[in-house]
Every structure is written in C-alpha cells, then in structure tokens.
C-alpha cells in the first residue's frame, strides 16, 4: 500500500522525518547535557517545577519555569514570521527553521555553566517548530513530542480493526503508519541524541540543525504556493 503524495511539501513525510529526528535528539541532548530539562516535554517541566515548588526547591524554579516560558514564545514567534512573511521565494516554515537552526547553533556553543540559557533558546526552537509544522498529510500530528500521535495513532488503530474492509479501511491504516512512524523517528532521534553526546559531549546539538537544513531543502523540491 503507498501513501499519496502530500498536497503541501511541509506536511510531506520526507519532511516529517527529518523534524522528528531533530525533535527527539534536542529533548535527549536537553535532558542529558544540559542539567535533565525537557527541551520538547514541556508537561515534564511543568511536573518537576511543581515538585520543587512543593520541596522548596526555589533554586530549581527558574530552571524548569524558563523553558516552559521560551516554548511558549516560540510559538508566538512563529504564528509572527507566518504573519509577516510576505516573501514567495521562500516559505514562512521555511523562515522559521532558519531561525530554528539559528538558535541551536548557537546552543552548542554556551559553557555548561550557561545550563538555563542553552535550555531556554533550545525550547524557544522546539517552540518555533511545533508551531510550524502541525500537520502530516493533512493529519495533526507533532514532531517534537509523541502523546498526541500515540493517542491519534492508536485511536486510528482501533478504528482500522472495527473497520476491516470497509470503504475508510486505508484512511485509516495511512494513519496509523503515519503517527507511529513519526514516533519511531522521534525515538531514533533520541538514540543518536545520546550516541552524539557520549562523542561531542554539548556540540551534539549541532547535528539537530544538519537536520532541518535538510528538510529545509526538501521544502523547495515543491514548494508550496500557497499560505496555509
């Protein structure tokens, strides 16, 4: 069974692939090279400052509570490139994974002691990019966490056993391989996540740009003409 061709080059799955791979290696180099915060998870953040709230912990707060806050701007800067953008020869996406690969090259260069400042700009690129790409084949899907895609992807999986040859019974099998196929790269992602930082130690960031420059160019193979 083939999955047709994506209407829009930034719901595509070659450009899915690669955004997943970047999102689960930033959440590993996060939480392993930079102090264990969550660079995408941003539910654990807000559970680990809510624990060293109730321990008294006040030295922690701004460790967790920063990322959280940078997420959150990262997706009002991307809702703005997308507002802004009146450019057609490049794409908004395409504007904000510029600013994405910006901001985590600048990451791999900030000493350890910098922990808070690393971990803020690294979740203010998660934020960008969540923003930016919410959709894989017309589907809403997340490259930079996976409970949404479990949860669709297995909804999708029990409604394609429910409907066994019946007229949806492709829809509904493209979307199971759809969400669990982005889990499977998020998850590889953070496998060469940790493999990179045992290398390279904090400049194992600089991989995660590799990858959206990649899917970067993909974007121009067919560009989309239209604003979305």
């Known amino acids: 069974m083939l999955i047709e061709r994506a209407k829009q080059t930034s719901e595509s799955i070659e450009v899915a692939v690669f955004l997943a791979l970047s999102g689960g290696l930033m959440d590993a180099y996060s939480y392993m090279a930079r102090g264990q915060v969550f660079a995408n998870a941003q539910t654990g953040n807000m559970l680990l400052l809510g624990i060293n709230i109730a321990d008294g912990n006040w030295g922690n707060i ?16 991307a809702e703005n490139v997308k507002m802004r953008c009146r450019e057609r020869k490049v794409h908004w996406r395409q504007l904000s994974l510029m600013v994405e690969v910006a901001l985590l090259v600048v990451v791999a260069f900030i000493p350890e002691d910098l922990n808070l400042l690393a971990n803020s700009l690294t979740s203010l690129a998660c934020g960008i990019q969540v923003q930016s790409f919410r959709k894989l084949h017309g589907r809403g899907i997340a490259t930079t966490m996976c409970i949404g895609n479990l949860r669709a992807g297995t909804h999708e999986l029990v409604k394609w056993h429910a409907e066994g040859r019946g007229p ?15 889990i499977v790269c998020f998850v590889l992602g953070a496998v060469l996540g940790s493999r990179l930082i045992r290398l390279a130690g904090t400049l194992a960031i600089l991989a995660s740009p590799v990858l959206l420059l990649v899917a970067f160019a993909v974007m121009f193979w067919d560009r989309e003409l239209e604003r979305s």
């Not at 701004?62 to 800067?77: E, W």
């Not at 949806?168 to 982005?182: A, I, K």
């Open 168 to 182: 949806r019974s492709r829809e509904y099998r493209e979307g199971v391989l759809l969400h669990y196929g982005v």
């Open 62 to 77: 701004l460790k967790y509570a920063m990322p959280v806050a940078c997420f959150a701007a990262g997706i009002a800067v």
